[in-house]
């Protein structure tokens, strides 16, 4: 790996991804550079050819053209070789019908992983089940750390992207179970007003039928057609 970055602090929620260069099942790639303009989900797993790994990639295939619906391409990384990972590639798609198309970084010194934190103390040299999820600009929105023996939710990860992008292109907030809440249902949070005369605005806007509001500081609306 190519690293630009000589900084050992793992990188946050808000952060610029570091920028390293990468092989990969398909090619040499530079993160983010090469995923300018479009989201990307960078995952790691604790190893190739296990169970629990190769459900989730059969899920995260299964799925791809959701994910690029959303303007989100997938990407894959274990602390193993190019070759392991072509192999196991081989045995999903010989034993399970499903070919894989999306790229794994070959990690096997550990620098990416351990660059981004995704190395658990308790989990020696793998890589723990992480997500990073980055915007068309290069910076971080979510940090997600699963434990090995738990599998990640398909239908989760691309919630948070539609409700991140959404919140982005709106500039709204998200409440819980999005969108299913249980209070909003599908609405979505406008932010807190910061002042007296934006509280009053907001209050006269739930008056004239434009929003609605529980109080000044929480109010909702649907989103537009």
């Known amino acids: 790996m190519e690293q630009q970055s000589q900084s050992e602090v793992p990188p946050k929620i808000g952060d610029l991804l570091p920028t390293f260069t990468v092989q990969t099942t398909q090619g040499r790639k530079t993160f983010p550079a090469d ?3 479009s989201w990307f989900m960078l995952f790691s797993h604790p190893g190739d050819f296990t169970p629990v790994c190769t459900t989730e ?21 274990s602390i193993d070789t190019v070759f392991a990972h072509m192999k196991w590639l081989e045995w999903i798609q010989d034993n399970l019908g499903v070919a894989i198309t999306f790229p794994i970084i070959a990690d096997e010194l550990g620098l990416v992983a351990n660059r981004l ?32 023996e738990v ?7 691309l919630r948070i992207l539609q409700a991140l992008q959404i919140a982005d ?13 249980e209070l909003i249902g599908d609405k979505v949070i406008l932010a807190p007003p910061t002042d ?8 006269e806007e739930a008056e004239a039928n434009e929003i609605e509001c529980f109080d000044w500081w929480f109010c909702y609306k649907d989103l537009p057609e």
């Open 35 to 37: 995923y300018a303009g």
């Open 57 to 77: 990639f059969v899920s995260f295939q299964g799925n791809q053209q959701a994910f690029q619906d959303l303007n989100t391409e997938l990407i894959g990384l």
């Open 117 to 148: 934190g995704m190395i658990a103390p308790e989990a020696g040299t793998r890589a723990v089940r992480s997500v990073f999820i980055v915007d068309p600009t290069g910076y971080i929105r979510i940090i997600l750390n699963y434990p090995a």
């Open 151 to 157: 599998g990640r939710n398909t239908n989760e990860l």
């Open 169 to 181: 292109g709106y500039d709204v907030k998200m409440p819980a179970n999005w969108p299913d809440n």
């Open 196 to 203: 007296v005369m934006k509280a009053q605005e907001r209050m």
